[in-house]
């Protein structure tokens, strides 16, 4: 019994390894990025909702809320994750 090769001639290239040509775009210029534009709409909704939860922080302060000692452990663990992932200056 004969086996036969199956596919074509190309090797196998592991996916993180990838291929310089896929991630060539044509058309594109070297140090062209991409662009975001939000309407005027989206930015009034954006920092209506930021200050709703400015709001809603400033009520749990008042109430005493952020003195409880588990509350404080929570949010002080919080930004030391996030100074570690923050880069180094």
């Known amino acids: 019994m004969a086996v036969e090769k199956i596919g074509g001639s190309n090797p196998i ?3 993180n390894e990838g291929n310089a040509k896929s991630k060539e775009v044509k058309g594109a210029k070297p140090g062209q990025s991409d662009r975001v534009e939000l309407s005027e ?3 009034l909704l954006f920092a209506a ?3 709703k939860k400015l709001g809603a922080i400033r009520a749990k302060v008042k109430k005493g809320f952020y003195e409880e000692p588990e509350v404080t452990k929570k949010v002080v663990e919080g930004v030391l994750r996030d ?3 923050a ?3």
């Open 13 to 15: 290239v592991p996916a």
């Open 41 to 43: 709409k989206a930015k």
């Open 49 to 51: 909702e930021k200050a």
């Open 83 to 85: 100074l570690k992932r």
């Open 87 to 89: 880069p180094q200056v």
